[in-house]
């Protein structure tokens, strides 16, 4: 007749279960600690880098970009806080939250041209010129870095993935795809028409006329009842200024 494992043969396999589980769990700890030893020391680094290296920090834009991206990549944010190493060293904190300033009175200035949206470069131009040549200068990475930290705060302020464009949308109000869609096929001329949404994108009356009013309504969108044969529906954010 033939026996099934004994008792003690499963206890064996048990206690090897078990002390091979203990194993993992104090190597599972010990490589924590090691990777947040290192991460330590990485932090530790990068004050020093940014210590050393301020004066390039504050005045280049471009080492400025590289220099977050830096940050990023080991979890560390220099605009997370007013206070502490990174705004006493380099005044980072301050240096966005000042910007973030200007921003907010560009757009306010420009919304009865734009209806609140913006494109990058128009207000990288008009930033730069409120600043004036004694400021430090920024670029339109330090712009979108700003803007992201307005919209946590609940301003309403928020950055719009175009095709080969970023749009700021400085007014109240989600966009939806189709929102985002209308104003991708509005990009290269400026404006767009029932029949140029019905032929782009298949749309039929009622779904263009639903974006459309939307966009009417929230001002982003102006009516053109000139237009050759039909109604043309211009984005004045595409406008550039003078």
């Not at 043969?9 to 194993?23: C, F, H, M, P, V």
């Not at 930033?127 to 946590?152: C, F, P, T, Y």
Request: contains cysteine; glycine residues 10%; aromatic residues 8%.
């Amino acid at each position: 007749m033939r026996r099934g494992p004994g008792i003690a043969a499963i206890n064996r396999s048990k206690l090897a279960k078990e002390r091979y589980a203990t194993k993992g769990t104090e190597l599972s700890e010990a490589e924590v600690a090691h990777m947040s030893k290192q991460l330590e020391s990485f932090k530790t680094f990068l004050e020093k880098f940014a210590a050393n290296h301020q004066a390039d920090i504050k005045k280049n834009p471009e080492f400025r970009q590289h220099f977050q991206k830096l940050c990023a990549r080991i979890g560390v944010d220099p605009l997370a806080s007013s206070k502490g190493f990174w705004a006493e060293i380099l005044g980072v904190g301050d240096f966005y939250y000042e910007l973030g300033v200007q921003i907010t009175e560009v757009c306010l200035a420009t919304k009865s041209k734009n209806g609140g949206l913006i494109t990058i470069e128009e207000l990288h131009k008009l930033v730069l010129k409120g600043r004036g040549k004694a400021r430090q200068d920024v670029s339109e990475d330090d712009l979108l870095r700003a803007i992201k930290k307005l919209h946590v705060l609940g301003s309403g302020f928020q950055v719009i993935p175009l095709q080969g464009r970023q749009v700021i949308q400085s007014v109240p109000g989600e966009l939806n795809v189709d929102h985002t869609t209308l104003l991708e096929t509005a990009q290269k001329s400026g404006y767009t028409s029932m029949s140029m949404l019905s032929s782009e994108l298949g749309w039929d009356n009622h779904r263009s006329e639903q974006v459309l009013n939307y966009l009417i309504q929230e001002g982003m969108i102006w009516v053109d009842n000139q237009g050759p044969g039909e109604k043309l529906y211009w984005v004045p954010g595409f406008f550039r200024q003078p």
